[in-house]
């Protein structure tokens, strides 16, 4: 079947945009319809149709206020699990171990610490805004190859049209196009773990709480979904990945119980296992000529801490703003200086978590007692000393510690 292209008022196919986002996953589709709502001449490029996605996504605190922000919030939250607390608990069977930790939303004096939610749900809840914006021109199609000029960027597109544009969003995702294009490299760090995705019914409520085991091979989390549902990530070896993709459902699903310590009760397993290797990836920059990259086509994170698809969202409410502001002053928005604001803005937060979440793993699967004893430490520190443990979950959440 041929692709669809969508025209939205009176826009043209080859019009001149102020922006065109290319990707059409949560982070790109709130991008073109944060620009379109504060009306940025605004295109978007969705890209090749995607399969079902089964894994969840846990939008922090710091995400929900941009999809509000947005104005896209409202129709997603029925469709997610609140997450208020969370809870740490060390299930490794070394010489040193650290105490179990939780932490309440309630106090950082807020009633979530933000939702779980289906990706899929997330994805084609954004979509379905999108084609009722107005203001928003789509194009069901893929990017074929770019064209650079001083004043424009030309998109050439898969089914034959062509957009143009003084602003590339990339927003494709890990083998993103529009990064190649730029000539941009990524920094590569693989990990010897593989994250076993699945999605479970149980018989015991799990209270709004997200709970993360930290076993040698990594987290074992569980993380509330709507009703008595909770998704689960559970990083292993990948031989112990292929295991537990081979198992029946009752036996995985006793397994799974069993790396939980049955704080749930009895699960059942619904459809849609995976498993995903782990890596870092960043990109050697986060601009180019009349290019800006975001998420997954920027940085790519371990599914650690609930911080990958949240800092893709960051990015998008920071791009936003410098675009719509630009605009806004009659500012060229591909020009140097706003791309200059724009990475030096986002650059201190990406690479500073990336950082967090790579010690954080390292620390896991070290066998060396003194690194045991510094995250064991650690973890006691943020039981007892309040300020600590409060500015932490401010920090996690996509706050400044203060």
Not at 146 to 157: M, N
Not at 206 to 216: I, Q, W, Y
Not at 261 to 289: C, I, N, W, Y
Not at 317 to 334: C, H, I, Q, T, W
């Amino acid at each position: 079947m041929a692709q669809e292209d969508i025209h939205h008022g009176d826009t043209h196919r080859d019009d001149l945009h102020e922006v065109i986002v290319v990707g059409a996953g949560p982070a790109g589709l709130a991008t073109a319809l944060g620009l379109a709502a504060r009306g940025v001449p605004t295109a978007l490029v969705t890209g090749p149709d995607r399969g079902a996605d089964h894994r969840t996504t846990a939008l922090l605190e710091g995400s929900v206020r941009i999809l509000e922000d947005f104005g896209l919030w409202a129709e997603l939250e029925p469709r997610a699990a609140p997450l208020r607390d969370m809870r740490i608990a060390d299930a490794t069977r070394r010489l040193v171990r650290a105490p179990e930790v939780t932490f309440r939303s309630a106090e950082i004096g807020l009633s979530t610490f933000g939702y779980n939610i289906e990706n899929d749900a997330l994805r084609n809840g954004l979509l379905a805004k999108a084609m009722q914006q107005p203001n928003l021109h789509i194009a069901r199609t893929a990017l074929e190859r770019i064209e650079f000029a001083a004043d424009a960027l030309t998109l050439r597109l898969a089914d034959g049209s062509i957009l143009r544009a003084r602003l590339v969003v990339g927003a494709d995702g890990r083998q993103s196009r529009v990064r190649a294009a730029a000539g941009i490299q990524m920094r590569t760090r693989s990990y010897p773990q593989v994250a076993f995705t699945a999605t479970v019914r149980h018989t015991r409520s799990h209270e709004d709480t997200s709970t993360e085991f930290h076993t040698e091979t990594g987290p074992f989390t569980l993380v509330p979904l709507t009703g008595d549902r909770s998704s689960i990530v559970c990083v292993v070896t990948e031989r112990e990945a292929i295991r537990l993709l081979g198992l029946d459902d009752m036996a995985l699903a006793r397994e799974l119980e069993a790396r939980a310590s049955s704080v749930l009760g009895r699960f059942e397993m619904e459809g849609g296992r995976g498993a995903f290797p782990l890596a870092a990836e960043t990109a050697e920059r986060l601009v180019a000529d009349r290019i800006a990259l975001i998420s997954e086509a920027a940085h790519i994170m371990p599914p650690i801490g609930a911080q990958g698809l949240n800092l893709g969202l960051r990015d998008a409410g920071a791009l936003v703003a410098f675009v719509a502001d630009a605009f806004a002053g009659g500012e060229d928005v591909g020009g140097e200086a706003l791309l200059s604001r724009y990475a030096a803005a986002r650059q201190r937060d990406v690479f500073g978590r990336m950082r967090a979440v790579d010690l954080l793993n390292r620390s896991l699967l070290s066998d060396l007692l003194p690194i045991q004893g510094v995250r064991g430490f650690g973890l006691y520190l943020l039981d007892r000393v309040g300020p600590l443990r409060r500015t932490l979950m401010r920090l996690g959440i996509g706050d400044k510690a203060a």
